[in-house]
């Protein structure tokens, strides 16, 4: 396959990618998709379900969940 001097990394690596899952067999590729499928519902469905914004929901300002993180992360943890 020829390549135009132009092209950039990100579209190369596209193509390798593409021109690998075209050569997969119709068993492979079922597979592959599944997996896509089950990540995309841990990373995204879980993760918008299970794990709210703690910090937004708790406090209002960016310098309130600044401090709030620095307070946590200086302080010893006195149950240690």
Do not use: C
């Amino acid at each position: 396959m020829l390549r135009k001097a132009g092209e950039s990394i990100m579209y190369k690596i596209w193509r390798f990618y593409l021109d690998g899952f075209k050569g997969l067999s119709a068993w492979s590729r079922n597979v592959w998709i599944i997996l896509l499928i089950k990540l995309f519902i841990f990373f995204v469905i879980i993760r918008l379900l299970f794990m709210p914004d703690f910090l937004k929901k708790n406090y209002k300002t960016e310098k309130q969940r600044s401090q709030h993180v620095l307070e946590n992360l200086t302080t010893p943890n006195s149950k240690l």
